[in-house]
């Protein structure tokens, strides 16, 4: 069966917010139609949701800049302003998005020592969000994946989602990345690892 996985549409990835993805504002519209198509027979969303003092912000490593590169517990870690502050604003789904069809909401970013960007594990894969569980419990076996960012969370999302061995559609007008110049080839690669890539138009008519 198959579900729908509606990542991290949140303020601070919205033009405007906190690490506003250029033009994320302009897949709700067709997020919350999708919700609504009969193939889904589950939906999920995700929230990234860090506490203020996560390793991730720059804001917490003197002298350190948004984008700088660190080594955080052991991993490669890209430093980004404060963003999706648990219970703040910037962490909050926009008022367009229509939230009533998610059945969970999965919430990640918790750990202050590790990022994770994907939905299902930590960026180190050392601990399960319970998201894969979640989803065979309900029986779905296909996942299609929308949301922000193309290039992070819904990237590392789509790829975990293969490596556990689910078949997995990107529904490409329903992601917009943090660096269109690089998104080409994280396509690509999607592409490669067996990422069905679909139009919203090929499911909406
Ligand atoms: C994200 C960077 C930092 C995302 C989350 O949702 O794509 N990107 N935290
Ligand atoms: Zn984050």
């Given at each position: 069966m198959k579900g729908l996985l509606v990542v991290d549409i949140q303020n601070d990835f919205l033009p405007g917010g906190a690490l506003g993805v250029p033009d994320g504002d302009k897949i709700i519209s067709t997020v919350n139609k999708l919700q609504y198509h009969?193939?889904?027979k589950l939906v999920v969303g995700t929230q990234d949701w860090h506490p203020?003092?996560?390793?991730?912000?720059?804001?917490?490593?003197?002298?350190k800049n948004p984008l700088d590169i660190i080594e955080l517990g052991g991993l490669e870690q890209i430093l980004w302003p404060?963003?999706?502050?648990?219970?703040?604003i910037g962490s909050d789904f926009p008022k367009?998005?229509?939230?009533?069809?998610?059945?969970a909401i999965f919430r990640k970013g918790m750990e202050k020592e590790i990022d994770t960007y994907s939905a299902f594990f930590d960026n180190g894969h050392k601990k399960d969000t319970g998201l894969t569980g979640y989803l065979r419990a309900r029986n779905i076996d296909h996942v299609y994946i929308v949301g922000l960012a193309g290039d992070f969370c819904v990237n590392f999302s789509i790829r975990d989602a293969l490596e556990q061995n689910f078949k997995v559609t990107l529904i490409e007008d329903c992601t917009r990345p943090?660096?269109?110049?690089?998104f080409e080839n994280v396509l690509k690669e999607l592409k490669e690892k067996g990422t069905e890539i679909i139009s919203s138009g090929d499911l909406l008519t």
């Open positions: 009969n193939e889904f203020p003092d996560h390793g991730s912000f720059a804001s917490n490593h003197e002298g404060d963003h999706c502050v648990q219970g703040s367009e998005l229509d939230i009533n069809k998610m059945e943090i660096n269109t110049d690089e």
